[in-house]
């Protein structure tokens, strides 16, 4: 095998495993993002969810890797109902995503995320612990499972 072939060997490698990455992040995120949200008391106490979120977590992909996740995230919207723009970043590469979210009770938040860049999409979930959150996201194969803190 000569250099050339190996080399577009291993860049198709790297672009497969940076495609399911996205993938992860987005039904995750990615959390990350969509659920890169926000923690914060419920609206039933007077907060809201808007504002900026950051922290992290784990993806797991189709293939059954998983990796560190550290993701930022922004709610803005009001009355139930959020708005969350994500990035997440892994050893293997970053992603961004959008996701809606809407409250189903006091503390907890369903809803779904798309990542644009890869077409992919799925649920996200949050909790409301005070000043943090938990955040699940799923879809494609993968899931991921993210803290995430006010900033």
Avoid at 22 to 44: I, N, Q, Y
Avoid at 72 to 93: E, I, K, L, P, W
Avoid at 105 to 133: L, P
Wanted: charged share 15%; net charge positive; hydrophobic share 35%.
């Amino acid at each position: 095998m000569n250099t050339q072939t190996l080399l577009n060997i291993l860049s198709h490698k790297r672009a497969t495993r940076w495609r399911k990455l996205a993938r992860a992040l987005v039904l995750v995120p990615l959390t990350a993002f969509a659920a890169t949200g926000a923690v914060g008391r419920s609206e039933a106490d007077g907060a809201s969810l808007s504002g900026s979120w950051s922290g992290g977590g784990w993806v797991s992909f189709s293939t059954g890797s998983r990796e560190k996740a550290r993701c930022r995230a922004h709610y803005s919207g009001g009355g139930g109902s959020y708005t969350v723009s994500a990035t997440c970043a892994t050893s293997s590469g970053k992603a961004s995503q959008t996701a809606t979210v809407h409250r189903v009770s006091a503390n907890r938040y369903r809803g779904s995320f798309y990542n644009s860049d890869f077409n992919v999409r799925g649920s996200i979930r949050v909790v409301v612990h005070g000043r943090s959150q938990s955040v699940s996201l799923s879809g494609d194969g993968a899931s991921a499972s993210l803290s995430l803190s006010k900033r």
